[in-house]
């Protein structure tokens, strides 16, 4: 088994737990680091609608379309498919564990199953899920499992007072 992570710490600080309890190195891969989302990245939703309204509208309606100085859906799965084939080949026949971030995992699944880049906004992704896909020898992928979340049940969860 493998554990590739994406650059971001928040990936590299989840892939390490699994690397301590397993004894298995983390590898990172560029590729698999989130979608850019420029000037919007670290505003709300809510936020973006107010402040670039044209623009937000403009990018719902197309995975062509970047936001503001970040990357667009269709450029993002060019780069996580690159990846992903990087890590085929490396890894081949051989489990690996993918820590990464909502539109790459996203983006992996619509690969998977063969469905067009625009399924990326029917889908949701809740924060420490498990997807599970496999890609074969022959070129043929599947999807197990999509957004597996049970193992979070026992967490505790802070109760806002």
Not at 31 to 41: I, T, V
Not at 75 to 82: F, S, W, Y
Not at 123 to 132: A, D, Q, R, V, W
Request: proline share 7%.
């Amino acid at each position: 088994m493998r554990i590739v992570a994406s650059p971001l710490l928040r990936t590299r600080q989840t892939a390490a737990i699994v690397a301590a309890r397993t004894g298995l190195a983390v590898e990172v891969d560029e590729g698999f680091a989130e979608c850019s989302f420029g000037e919007w990245d670290g505003h709300s939703f809510a936020e973006v609608k107010e402040r670039w309204p044209r623009e937000l509208e403009e990018w719902l309606s197309s995975t062509e379309v970047a936001p503001p100085g970040g990357e667009s859906f269709s450029t993002c799965r060019d780069r996580v498919e690159a990846a992903r084939r990087r890590v085929v080949e490396r890894h081949a026949g051989e489990r690996v564990l993918v820590v990464a971030h909502v539109t790459p995992i996203k983006l992996l699944v619509s690969l998977a199953v063969g469905a067009p880049l625009s399924s990326l906004y029917r889908m949701e992704l809740p924060p420490c899920s498990l997807s599970t896909l496999a890609w074969f020898p022959d070129g043929n992928a599947s999807m197990f499992s999509f957004a597996e979340a049970a193992h979070l049940r026992a967490v505790p969860v802070p109760d806002g007072t």
